[in-house]
C-alpha cells in the first residue's frame, strides 16, 4: 500500500513537471531559432556569404520561390555571386519563428519574413511578405545548420503584372467563383 502512494505521489509529480519543462524546451527552442534568423539577416544586409554560407550544411537543399532546386553549397554560393553581380541589394530582412518541432537531431521551424530589396532596372525597391519552412540538423558542436529550406512569397504575381487573380487568387484559371 505505500509503494503504491509513493508511485502515485511520483507519478503525479512527473505529471505536474513534465508540461512546464517542455514549455521551457520549446521557449529555448524558439529563442535559439530567433537568434539564428537574426545572425542570418545581419549576414544578408552586409551581404556577407560565406557567413550566411556558413550556417548550412554541405549538402543543403534549397527550394526557393520562382526558382529550381538548388544543392549544396557550392550552388548556393553561384547563386549568392550572380545575384549580386546583378546588383541585387537586400535592404532589410527580417524573419519570426511560429512554430517549431524537434525530432531527434532535427528541428523543423516554420515562420513569416519581410524582405525588402533593389535591383537594377527597377524603378523602386521590391518590398514582400511570406512563409518559410527549414529543417535544421544539430551539428557535433550541438549547433543547429540548415539542412533544407523552402519559402514562399505571400505576393500574387499575376496581381502584381496586373493579370488575373486578384484578392481570391486562381478564380479566373477555374472559369469563375471558387
Given at each position: 500500500m505505500r509503494r503504491s502512494r509513493c508511485l502515485v505521489a511520483i507519478?503525479?509529480?512527473?505529471?505536474?513537471a513534465l508540461p512546464a519543462l517542455a514549455e521551457q524546451h520549446e521557449?529555448?527552442?524558439m529563442e535559439e531559432l530567433t537568434a539564428i534568423g537574426d545572425e542570418?539577416?545581419?549576414a544578408m544586409l552586409s551581404g556577407d556569404w560565406e557567413t550566411m554560407l556558413g550556417m548550412y550544411t554541405e549538402d543543403a537543399?534549397?527550394?526557393?520561390?520562382?526558382g529550381p532546386r538548388m544543392q549544396g553549397i557550392e550552388a548556393f554560393?553561384?547563386?549568392h555571386a550572380q545575384m549580386?553581380?546583378?546588383?541585387?541589394?537586400?535592404?532589410s530582412f527580417e524573419?519570426?519563428?511560429?512554430?517549431?518541432?524537434q525530432a531527434g537531431d532535427h528541428v523543423i521551424e516554420i515562420g513569416t519574413f519581410e524582405i525588402s530589396l533593389e535591383m537594377p532596372g527597377m524603378p523602386e525597391k521590391i518590398q514582400d511578405k511570406g512563409k518559410y519552412m527549414t529543417v535544421?540538423?544539430?551539428?557535433a558542436d550541438g549547433a543547429l545548420k540548415i539542412k533544407a529550406e523552402t519559402w514562399n512569397t505571400d505576393m500574387n504575381p499575376m496581381q502584381v503584372m496586373g493579370g488575373p487573380g486578384g484578392e481570391h487568387g486562381h478564380e479566373h484559371e477555374h472559369g469563375g467563383e471558387g
Open positions: 507519478l503525479l509529480t512527473l505529471g505536474l521557449s529555448a527552442l542570418l539577416s545581419e537543399i534549397s527550394l526557393p520561390n520562382y554560393r553561384e547563386h549580386s553581380a546583378a546588383g541585387m541589394k537586400i535592404l524573419s519570426e519563428p511560429t512554430e517549431a518541432w535544421y540538423v544539430r551539428d
